[in-house]
């Protein structure tokens, strides 16, 4: 008995993680775990083994108390974005392909843009344990805006190099700022997954105007259970419901016991030549009732 809940230690594992700014990538593959793993351990959904604790502690270099010790008072709150990087060559090419797909569209003005990134960055999480850009997306009132700091240096920079031109229009009498691409992005700057989440996004949402999408993404669970002006968490895409989660329920219960299976393989010694003698040399006794 630890006297401290296993979401409780989920949270300081994940806190743990996101101060050495590792992902979950990283730490299934120090734990020889599945990413998926990872995240049921951070989300108090699945108890951590002596194995993996004794792992978990040299691999980040700290005592088992700082795992499992109960402390006289909650841990220091971190930012939800503490662990995510930044990319601003890779929102570049995002917006590029973006526009390619949905710029001339008269529904698309900088308000559907913006909440298309945001499916974009949030659909690549939930799948892979990274999102395309590392933006940060703030909740405001009518949905998720883009952090300044980030996409206006950006917009800038391509606005100066001539790869995108700022078009201001009315629609349906109310005004719109729109972005044109002025070239193709880079063919190997995302990779084919990433592509196919775009695509995706783009099929599912592109059609869909300010007033829709934002009644849309009012429902998805990380801008719903983030506080008004603050930063989305994107480890919150794993709540997801339909019809915003990617997987079923029946997926994500077979994905858990494929992990959970393959985790447990991974503990098991090789078979022995003496152990596979004796399995070889058992009889038969298929045929019996």
């Known amino acids: 008995m630890t006297g401290i809940s296993p979401k409780e230690i989920g949270s300081r594992i994940r806190q743990l993680r996101m101060e050495r700014e590792l992902s979950q990538d990283d730490l299934a593959k120090a734990l020889g775990v599945h990413r998926q793993t990872v995240s049921l351990l951070e989300q ?60 001339g569209f008269a529904n698309v003005g900088e308000t559907v843009l913006y909440k298309l990134l945001y499916f974009c960055d949030f659909n690549q999480y939930e799948k892979t344990g990274h999102s395309i850009t590392g933006m940060t997306y ?45 070239c193709d992005p880079s063919p190997h700057m995302l990779s084919e997954e990433e592509q196919c989440t775009i695509q995706n996004v783009v099929k599912d949402l592109g059609h869909l105007n300010a007033t829709q999408i934002e009644e849309y993404v009012h429902g998805d669970v990380p801008w719903e259970a983030t506080e008004p002006n603050k930063a989305i968490d994107y480890e919150l895409v794993h709540w ?31 078979m022995t030549k003496e152990e596979y003698a004796y399995y070889m040399s058992l009889p038969d006794l298929s045929y019996e009732a």
């Open 44 to 103: 108090g959904k699945r108890e951590l083994t002596a194995i993996e604790l004794d792992t978990l502690t040299k691999f980040l270099q700290i005592s088992y108390d700082d795992v499992l010790a109960p402390l006289q008072q909650k841990p220091k709150e971190r930012t939800a974005q503490s662990g995510m990087r930044f990319q601003p060559e890779k929102l570049c090419q995002l917006l590029l392909t973006l526009l390619q797909q949905v710029g």
């Open 240 to 270: 997801r419901t339909e019809p915003y989660a990617l997987r079923s329920e029946e997926e994500i219960l077979t994905m858990v016991q494929d992990a959970a299976a393959a985790d447990i393989a991974n503990d098991l010694e090789p």
């Open 138 to 182: 703030k909740r405001m009132q009518f949905g998720p805006v883009p952090q300044l700091s980030h996409f206006a240096p950006v917009m800038e920079m391509m606005l100066q190099k001539r790869q995108v031109e700022k078009v201001q229009h009315e629609y349906y009498g109310m005004p719109q700022t729109r972005y044109i691409p002025l």
